[in-house]
């Protein structure tokens, strides 16, 4: 199985997408500062949201996607109820 997933910055709010075939393993090494640049600096991390693929080649199709302008709009569309919950 192969996962898509948003993590939220606890720190400034802001998003990281990504995909693996390992989401606990993957989500542990971002907190631990394990993972890239981008999120050793932002963090610490929440799941926010994931989707799961049996296809790996899948995955990082969708992962491209939300990587996109038109991307980010849908992935904030599905989860409007969490960032209006989240603001100020």
């Known amino acids: 199985m192969f996962y898509v997933y948003c993590l939220g910055s606890q720190k400034n709010n802001k998003l990281y ?7 606990r393993r993957r ?4 907190n631990d500062k394990q993972g890239g640049d981008f999120t ?3 963090g610490p991390w929440k799941l926010i949201f994931y989707e799961s693929f049996v296809n790996k080649k ?7 996607f939300y990587k996109t302008g038109y991307g980010r709009e849908v992935l904030k569309d599905k989860l409007k ?8």
């Not at 997408?17 to 989401?23: A, E, K, P, Q």
């Not at 899948?58 to 491209?64: G, P, R, S, T």
């Not at 109820?81 to 603001?87: P, R, V």
């Open 58 to 64: 899948d995955a990082e199709n969708q992962e491209k």
């Open 17 to 23: 997408i990504g995909y693996t075939n390992d989401l």
């Open 27 to 30: 989500f542990v090494e971002h």
């Open 81 to 88: 109820n969490f960032f209006g919950s989240t603001k100020k």
């Open 40 to 42: 050793s600096k932002n």
